[in-house]
């Protein structure tokens, strides 16, 4: 979405959006149903990084477009905060077999 955002495509950036909740939501609603292997989990984020950059990068920004290294580290302290509060709140609910409060 970053991309989209500096190439100002902000119908793009929403199709993404959208594309990765739903694909979100959706795996981990028919993993749960599966058999437990690691192997169908790395399947089903090689689908999702599949379509991602074969539809929406090239579809959205090309194929050709070369992309520059950005610094790392609002990104990932966005998902570590992302992270720390969907684990509280799956602690707080006692949702994780195992651990107890």
């Known amino acids: 979405m970053s991309n989209l955002k500096e190439m100002n495509k902000p119908r793009a950036r929403m199709e993404v959006l959208v594309f990765g ?4 939501i959706f795996s981990s609603f028919l993993l749960n149903y599966l058999p437990r292997i690691f192997f169908i989990s790395i399947i089903f984020n090689l689908i ?18 070369k992309y520059k290294k950005k610094q790392i580290w609002k990104p990932l ?7 720390l509060i969907l684990l ?12 107890q409060l």
């Open 77 to 83: 302290i966005i998902s570590i905060l992302f992270s």
């Open 21 to 24: 909740i739903t694909y979100a």
């Open 88 to 99: 509280f709140i799956l602690l707080s609910n006692n949702e994780i077999p195992g651990i």
């Open 48 to 65: 999702g990084y599949v379509i991602l950059v074969e539809y929406f990068w090239n579809k959205n920004l090309g194929k050709d477009l």
